[in-house]
Nanobody
Framework: QVQLVESGGGLVQAGGSLRLSCAAS????????MGWFRQAPGKERKFVAA????????AYADVVKGRLTISRDNAKNTVTLQMNSLKPEDTAVYYC??????????????????WGQGTQVTVSS
């Protein structure tokens, strides 16, 4: 069993930065690929980024490549999403996730086994 709690969301102007954190509890945290998803109002929840259990591999959705960076610290049971050069279209609720990834390290909503409660990110223009 893994419990996930996100923090760090908020309101930021376009071009600004935010850092999201996900604190995990559970003995098996370090064995899971971890990821972030986001869901804008009225839209489907979508994959944003993932990181392998060791932290040695990462994967990103095309729309965030070069602007968002995922990292993890297995000693502290945390996953972080550093978001730079934010755009209004990045506005969404961001969810931390743990689950199974495909060969390209992409998580899907069906492969996620554990979700956090979500944290709101709002980017103003």
């Amino acid at each position: 069993q893994v419990q996930l709690v996100e923090s760090g969301g908020g309101l930021v102007q376009a071009g600004g930065s935010l850092r999201l954190s996900c604190a995990a509890s559970g003995r098996t945290f370090s064995t899971y690929p971890m990821g972030w998803f986001r869901q804008a109002p009225g839209k489907e929840r979508k994959f944003v980024a993932a990181i392998s259990w060791s932290g040695g591999r990462t994967a990103y959705a095309d729309v965030v490549k070069g602007r968002l960076t995922i990292s993890r610290d297995n000693a502290k049971n945390t996953v972080t999403l550093q978001m730079n050069s934010l755009k209004p279209e990045d506005t969404a609720v961001y969810y931390c996730a743990a689950g199974r990834a495909n060969e390209n390290l992409v998580l899907t909503t069906r492969s996620v086994e554990y979700w956090g409660q979500g944290t709101q990110v709002t980017v103003s223009s």
